[in-house]
């Protein structure tokens, strides 16, 4: 029912910067902690960054923590993620998803393993050396 659609990928040079957007539509997008993810080929996918239902929390990986920013739009049913100093190794598909059933501390707890329901088609961020 629900549909992901993710954009802004793009090809950037080491250090560049990118604005990644995810619309979210057939679910009640407030009720839901929302998180980025990231996969390359043959890896499993990978927690990047989480926000709370109206905003006032988020949670990165130690990876990208300090050079990332997740952020939400309510009003239009979107999230976003603003990356800066981009580097080689954060090439990948990355991909937006939410959890409706926990609480925020429980999402924290719990996001690296969680299992969701579907995935949006991704958007490819590709860094240059």
């Known amino acids: 029912q629900g549909q992901l659609i993710e954009s802004g990928g793009g090809l950037v040079q080491t250090g560049g910067s990118l604005r990644l957007s995810c619309v979210v539509s057939?679910?009640?997008?407030?009720?839901?902690?929302m998180g980025w993810f990231r996969q390359t080929p043959g890896e499993e996918r990978e927690f990047v960054a989480g926000i709370s239902r109206t905003g006032g929390g988020t949670a990165y990986a130690d990876s990208v923590k300090g050079r990332f920013k997740i952020s939400r739009d309510n009003t239009k049913n979107m999230v976003y993620l603003q990356m800066n100093s981009l580097k080689p190794e954060d090439t990948a598909v990355y991909y937006c998803n939410g959890d409706r059933s926990s609480a925020w501390t429980h999402f924290l707890d719990g996001v690296r393993s969680m299992d969701f329901d579907s995935w949006g088609q991704g958007t490819q961020v590709t860094v240059s050396s």
């Open positions: 057939g679910r009640a997008f407030s009720d839901y902690h």
